[in-house]
């Protein structure tokens, strides 16, 4: 072969290869936040661009919203599914991923009126009004349900309605769910796990100790520890093994959602508008930055994090509002764009959804 023939093919290569890097570039698959409407004649989804906050699509849920005092009505797994409480309904919405896109699922009923989801062991785990369902996952694929257990208040008895928080997994043996009921402290159900499935038991009910108020929001790191804020009394816990270990005072009025980002978490301050920045060990806990970022436009409250965006909704004015940040590996926010007017007063519930890394979505 010719050298000029040599030099006219390896062009030719290399205008393919940039062609489709360019290509790959273009059609680059977005960092998602997704938050409900939470209307409770008709709810819906609203889906944006979490760098730019341009609004990507709105979509119905399929069911009526209505939930209020909860942490994680809107949940994401892995890049392409999102779970969505549609209250009103006793049924959870599923999205699936479609590059920038969601696309409706299906429904999934639950046993009470859906306020609280999680994903984890393979499974979808849905805290209601008054029970605990979960269901089987077959990677992005919800399938049926294999266990329920009723919530329980210490020293008995169902949780009144609106008192459930939030559940989330704690290892492969048991999940917690937050009840919050004033004045007495609330309570942490223990759930135990079978294989993943919920069994029929009834939870070990953990009262919040002493001289605090409304277990809520909470994060766990990997070995199994909880940061859960204690609302009303303005107080950060440390759960592990079954009991608090430790209790400080949060610095902020009303610390009431959180979420984690390595090994920060972040507590959104209801009544202070503030979000601040915590760290946990097996023992003690730690207010790391009191005021790392500020929620000038109302109450902030569902926060979530991932792949360096965080966000956060906030009420104010008769209005519903969103705000991104950016975080770094030093748990330093920075605004990513102004505060974005959700168009409703009632929103609730963020996720922020990194792209999938699975090829074969």
Request: aromatic content about 6%.
């Amino acid at each position: 072969m010719s050298t000029r023939m040599t030099v006219r093919t390896m062009a030719m290569w290399l205008g393919i290869a940039a062609a489709a890097t360019s290509a790959r570039a273009e059609h680059r698959d977005f960092t998602l936040a997704v938050t409900m409407t939470n209307d409770p004649s008709a709810n819906q989804i609203k889906v944006y661009d979490a760098n730019s906050g341009a609004l990507l699509q709105t979509l119905s849920t399929h069911g009526k919203g209505g939930v209020a005092g909860n942490a994680r009505g809107v949940k994401q797994l892995d890049g392409e599914l999102v779970a969505v409480v549609n209250n009103g309904s006793s049924n959870v919405a599923l999205f699936k991923r479609d590059g920038n896109r969601l696309k409706f699922d299906m429904l999934v009923t639950t046993t009470s009126a859906p306020v609280s989801i999680d994903f984890g062991n393979d499974h979808m785990y849905v805290a209601g009004a008054t029970t605990v369902d979960s269901f089987l996952l077959h990677r992005n694929r919800v399938d049926w349900m294999d266990g329920t257990t009723g919530l329980e208040l210490v020293g008995g008895g169902a949780p009144p309605v609106g008192s459930t928080a939030q559940v989330g997994v704690i290892s492969d043996r048991s999940l917690l769910v937050t009840l919050k009921t004033d004045p007495t402290p609330g309570t942490v159900d223990v759930v135990s796990l079978r294989n993943g499935a919920i069994r029929p038991l009834v939870p070990v009910a953990v009262s919040a100790p002493a001289g605090t108020l409304t277990p809520f929001g909470f994060s766990v790191y990997p070995d199994g520890t909880a940061i859960i804020s204690l609302a009303h009394s303005s107080q950060e816990g440390l759960f592990r093994d079954g009991a608090f270990k430790s209790v400080i005072a949060a610095g902020q009025a009303a610390p009431c959602w959180t979420t984690k980002a390595g090994k920060y978490v972040f507590a959104a301050n209801t009544g202070s508008g503030t979000i601040s920045r915590v760290i946990g060990t097996g023992n003690h806990l730690f207010v790391d930055n009191p005021v790392a970022a500020s929620v000038p436009t109302g109450g902030p409250s569902d926060i979530d994090a991932a792949a360096r965006v965080l966000g956060v909704i906030d009420h104010g004015a008769g209005q519903s509002h969103l705000s991104l940040f950016s975080y770094n590996p030093f748990g330093e926010l920075t605004v990513l764009v102004p505060a974005i007017n959700v168009g409703v007063a009632t929103a609730n519930g963020i996720a922020i959804m990194p792209p999938s890394d699975r090829d074969d979505r």
